[in-house]
């Protein structure tokens, strides 16, 4: 499973973007890269995947560049109740859906 | 839709006695995982379902942990006897299948004396 490498804590204000980079040199072919929110109290929330390029929900963006040896979340006019740890996570299917859970980004939002 | 439900939510016990966590995943979630979240660090996968087999059990402490789901719904996860080192918060997640989301509970909140 691919390791993968995350600032270990940001901050922000209120209505700016958010960019928060995961590094994943050893990625494989196969595999997806996942992120999970998780605010104090609470169990981790699915928030996104993607193999490449770029995909866009409701809630944020996620960037993959060709090599995919990383990856860009980005969270679009953040508020206070943005504040959380953020997960990066990268998996395929072979794995059996098993996730690999590292240390997180615990950011911070400040009005 | 109803989310994964956990109980208890909170827990204090001494250490050597032992503890047990009960988790109701999604309605028509086949898949069920236990992970265990010491303070600080990411979720760890103890344990995952397919219905009522174990897929995966690797970095299960299987001296004193122990998991069941044996009607492929209601799981419960075992500590006996327990440690001070077991103190974390234990989380249940459901999923429809391996390579689907995985949904979370809100935890069991473990503190061992």
């Known amino acids: 499973l691919a390791k993968t490498t995350q600032p270990i804590s940001m901050d922000s204000y209120e209505g700016q973007e958010v960019n928060i980079t995961c590094s994943h040199n050893?990625?494989?072919?196969?595999?997806?890269i996942t992120w999970y929110q998780q605010f104090p109290s609470q169990g981790p929330r699915f928030i996104i995947q993607?193999?490449?390029t770029k995909v866009t929900n409701e809630v944020a963006s996620l960037f993959i560049p060709a090599d995919r040896k990383s990856s860009t979340l980005s969270l679009p006019r953040v508020s206070l109740s943005d504040t959380a740890v953020y997960y990066c996570?990268?998996?395929?299917?072979?794995?059996?859906?098993?996730?690999?859970f590292g240390q997180g980004t615990e950011l911070s939002v400040k009005p | 839709e109803a989310g994964v439900a956990q109980s208890p939510r909170y827990k204090i016990i001494e250490k050597r006695q032992s503890v047990a966590f009960w988790c109701n995943p999604i309605?028509?979630?086949?898949?069920l995982y236990w992970y265990q979240q010491i303070l600080g660090q990411g979720p760890k996968l103890l344990i995952q379902?397919?219905?009522?087999?174990?897929?995966?059990d690797s970095q299960l402490p299987k001296d004193r942990f122990s998991a069941e789901r044996l009607k492929g719904v209601d799981s419960t996860l075992k500590i006996q006897p327990a440690k001070l080192e077991d103190s974390a918060v234990y989380l249940c997640?459901?999923?429809?299948?391996?390579?689907?989301?995985?949904?979370f509970g809100p935890g069991t909140r473990l503190l061992v004396l």
């Open positions: 379902f397919q219905n009522n087999g174990v897929v995966d």
């Open positions: 996570l990268v998996g395929g299917a072979n794995q059996g859906g098993k996730l690999i």
């Open positions: 050893n990625i494989a072919t196969n595999d997806y």
């Open positions: 997640a459901s999923s429809l299948g391996v390579k689907e989301t995985q949904y």
């Open positions: 309605s028509g979630h086949a898949t």
């Open positions: 993607g193999y490449k």
